[in-house]
């Protein structure tokens, strides 16, 4: 039952995170002039196609391994946020880029 109870947090916790990550798809463009803020979306939208596979992939080798008994709730909790950051930290740098050229 405890075991259940991890697994619903985990989950709740990491659904919370990625709705947060997913709304906040426009701060980085607010960094840009008005006139680029749409530009800059679209490009930010890209971005985070792009990167769909690499993060479901993620996603699923950790569960492997949380299934596999590898990792606990916490760990699993702590590598996805940590994954996060990394991913979104990363996709800002390639925004900088790509703006950078428009």
Same mark, same amino acid.
């Given at each position: 039952m ?20 997913? /709304? #906040? #798809? *426009? !701060? !980085?463009? *607010?960094?840009?002039? !008005?006139? $680029?803020?749409? +530009?800059?979306a679209? =490009?930010? &939208?890209?971005?985070? $196609?792009?990167?769909? !596979?690499?993060?479901?992939? /993620?996603?699923? *080798?950790?569960? $492997?391994?949380?299934?596999?008994? &590898? =990792? *606990? ?9 940590? /994954? ?7 996709? =800002?740098? +390639?925004? $900088?880029?790509?703006?950078? &050229?428009?």
């Open positions: 405890i075991h259940s109870w991890w697994n619903l947090s985990a989950l709740i916790v990491c659904l919370a995170v990625t709705s947060s990550v997913t /709304f #906040a #798809a *426009d !701060p !980085p463009c *607010d960094k840009y002039p !008005p006139d $680029k803020h749409s +530009r800059c679209e =490009i930010w &939208k890209d971005l985070n $196609k792009e990167d769909g !596979p690499v993060i479901a992939q /993620f996603g699923l *080798d950790q569960q $492997k391994r949380r299934d596999e008994g &590898k =990792i *606990d709730a916490q760990q699993h909790l702590a590598e996805n946020m940590t /994954f996060i950051k990394q991913s979104t930290e990363k996709r =800002i740098e +390639r925004l $900088k880029e790509r703006m950078a &050229k428009e």
